[in-house]
Each structure stands twice: as structure tokens, then as C-alpha cells.
Nanobody, 129 residues
Framework: QVQLVESGGDSVQAGGSLRLSCAAS????????MGWFRQAPGKEREWVTS???????TSTGSIKGRFTVSRDNTENTLYLQMNNLQPEDTGMYTC???????????????????????WGQGTQVTVSS
């Protein structure tokens, strides 16, 4: 069983930065396909980025060049560094994991929430203009 606990959400001004953390237990982050999703008010949850067991990263277009996913095997934690935040980045950010490596191998697999087995409780990010 994998347990995920996020932290780091906050309220910031547009142009600001935040780093979200997702502490994992039960499995090492390096053995998991892991990702970040977000859900804006009134909208469906959307996939943001994912990192495979080999370290390969895929991301949705709207965050490229601004957000970076990484992991610390010593801390067993997944991170999401978010720079140049914009109001449209506002939402509940949730990390997810799966033991199925195929989910991280293709963007269309990663986008589907149903393909992810484990979820954290989420951390709120609010960006004001």
C-alpha cells in the first residue's frame, strides 16, 4: 500500500513561486510512476506532469518552462517546483502514484485519473493577480 501526503500549498501573487511536496510511504518514490494533478474550482481534475521510474518526465503544455517535477530518493518525496505562477494555476494540487510503469510511458495513459492507483489528500494553491 502506498500512502501520499502533500504539503506546500499557499496563497501567492502572480509571478510568485511555490514548491509542493508529496511524501510517500510504503514504496520508494524511485519504484513508482508518480505524477501531479490539479483541479480548479468548477473544473475537472487535470493531469499536470509525471515522472517515471527511470526519471523520464512528461508534462502538459500549459506548465512547460514554469513547473518542474523532481524526486528525492533519500527523503522519499516527490516535488513540484512552480515558478511564474498565474491565476489560472489556482487549484487543489494532488499527487498520485501507480506501480504500473506503463502509465508514465505515454501521456494519454498519464492523463486518465482512473489509471492511477494511489492519491494524496491534496494541497491548495491560490494565485491572485
Amino acid at each position: 500500500q502506498v500512502q501520499l501526503v502533500e504539503s506546500g500549498g499557499d496563497s501567492v501573487q502572480a509571478g510568485g513561486s511555490l514548491r509542493l511536496s508529496c511524501a510517500a510511504s510504503g514504496y520508494t518514490v524511485s519504484s513508482l510512476c508518480m505524477g501531479w494533478f490539479r483541479q480548479a474550482p468548477g473544473k475537472e481534475r487535470e493531469w499536470v506532469t509525471s515522472i517515471s521510474t527511470s526519471g523520464s518526465i512528461t508534462s502538459t503544455g500549459s506548465i512547460k518552462g514554469r513547473f518542474t517535477v523532481s524526486r528525492d530518493n533519500t527523503e522519499n518525496t516527490l516535488y513540484l517546483q512552480m515558478n511564474n505562477l498565474q491565476p489560472e494555476d489556482t487549484g487543489m494540487y494532488t499527487c498520485a502514484a501507480t506501480l504500473n510503469a506503463r502509465v508514465c510511458s505515454r501521456t494519454d495513459y498519464a492523463r486518465r485519473s482512473a489509471n492511477w492507483s494511489y492519491w494524496g489528500q491534496g494541497t491548495q494553491v491560490t494565485v491572485s493577480s
